[in-house]
């Protein structure tokens, strides 16, 4: 099993950053993580994945420029920088980890955390 802890999350204004953080626990090998993000009345989607050792990553269209996925093997933890942020950004972000590669995380994680509000004001 693996344990997926969100935290960073917050209100800011347009325009603001925030970062979130991800901490990772458990024996269980996972090829893959990356953030989903779901709004209010909308469906949970696809943000950001990285590869195991961190040298592939993958953006959805509406964050690529603004947003970096990293993670740091040695603490367990992957990050999400979230730059430039826009009203339409606010959601709920959920952490996630695959047993696939990161090519195919956005197709089904196999683990979830319980996610960290985003509320980003005009």
């Known amino acids: 099993q693996v344990q997926l802890v969100e935290s960073g999350g917050g209100l800011v204004q347009a325009e603001g950053s925030l970062r979130l953080f991800c901490s990772v626990s458990?024996?269980?090998?996972?090829?893959?993580m990356g953030w989903f993000r779901q709004a209010p009345g909308e469906e949970r989607e696809f943000v950001a994945a990285i590869s195991r050792s961190g040298g592939t990553t993958y953006y959805a269209d509406s964050v690529k420029g603004r947003f970096t996925i990293s993670k740091d093997n040695t603490k367990s933890t992957v990050y999400l920088q979230m730059n430039r942020l826009k009203p339409e950004d606010t959601a709920v972000y959920y952490c996630?980890?695959?047993?696939?590669?990161?090519?195919?995380?956005?197709?089904?994680?196999?683990?979830w955390g319980q996610g960290t509000q985003v509320s980003v004001s005009s």
């Open positions: 996630a980890a695959s047993r696939r590669s990161a090519e195919y995380f956005r197709a089904a994680p196999d683990y």
């Open positions: 458990g024996r269980t090998f996972v090829y893959s």
